[in-house]
């Protein structure tokens, strides 16, 4: 091989490894205000989990249980912030109820297997909704949310980030 072969063969290495180093520095690329969300999503899954684990154990019935989850709900609306799109689903195969705070300007509608609803409540809101079936599907910003609800009291939430120009949703 002459000169003009080793620094071809030289060349295409380094030109590999920079390629190779980009490639690694963008999968090592993370956004750093999503840590933030996703204690905040962790702190709800944790003390929904205690709260139903406690609806069990003392064997709660539903019109308490009902109390209980609002004022949770309203305490998660309170440590998100109302500079966020939440919404918390919870209740029963019958009734549904959905709370939350919604930004003004926010497309969201509810479908509890009656069709849909536009919800045009803004701010801190509270609705009831009958349920046929076992689904729930929220419509927020276009984009489809499905919640399966099952025997006894259930709980879900919906919580939508905006960060700048971008948005993050987190659901549980």
Known sequence: MGKKGQFYFIAVIILAAVFA???TDSNKLTYTSASKFSAEQNNINTESSYL???FSREQILPPD????LSNFSDDCVNEVGLDKNSFF???NLSTVTLSGNKLSGTDLYINTGYG???VSNTSVFKSRY???GDNVSLVLGGIYYNFTFHQGENFYYLIQYPDGSQSFVFSG
Request: glycine share 10%; hydrophobic share 55%; proline share 5%.
């Open 21 to 23: 180093g980009f490639i």
């Open 52 to 54: 139903m684990d406690y």
């Open 65 to 68: 249980q009902d109390a209980i």
């Open 89 to 91: 689903l919870y209740g």
């Open 116 to 118: 849909a609803f536009a």
């Open 130 to 132: 009958p349920l046929s």
